[in-house]
């Protein structure tokens, strides 16, 4: 995977974060200087659907503005999502997907038609509820995006991700605490 120009798929349901993580990944990234996408595939947004969002990020101009096919790094969310969507269309094979779940890779993949290439799990409930005490799997899977696909150094991750919380949960400093913890729990997981 070429850690300099890499495009990542992201599925998961509505209210997961699967977006809100994408974009959070294009904003760290532009803040490292690089060039970056981040979007969601519109559809029937609402609660619990499957959603898709997107991530190109690299060094160089980005001049294409379309959904990613080939994606280098798929992202599920949702394991659930592994029975009704084929999360490997179009995964390249010297690529990798990381899923949210409490199995081991050889596990899923079964359910991966027939799919090759590198897989990872992270189990994002348990992190994210010893983190925070309530499920927001989106904060381990940003991480896990970052660790598997070295799209950036790993502490100016660290420290972009603090900027933007305290930005973004200025009034509740315990928020900030608990990402940044399952941030460094599923690095940690992952050997990263």
Known sequence: MDS??????WHGRGGQGAKTAALLLADVCFKTGAYVQGFPEYGPERMGAPITAFNRISDKEIRVHSNIYNPDLVVVVDETLLSSVDVTSGL????????????????IRPF???????VYTVD??????????RYFPNSPM?????AISHVMDKDDFIREMRASYEHKFAK???VIEGNMKALTETFAALGY
């Open 4 to 9: 300099k120009n890499i495009e990542i798929r």
């Open 92 to 107: 390249k094979e010297d690529g990798a997907l990381i899923v949210n779940t409490d199995k081991e890779p050889d596990d």
């Open 112 to 118: 991966l038609n027939g799919y090759a290439g590198s």
């Open 124 to 133: 994002a409930r348990k992190i994210s509820m010893d983190a925070l005490g």
């Open 142 to 146: 940003l991480a896990a995006a970052v």
């Open 172 to 174: 509740k400093p315990e």
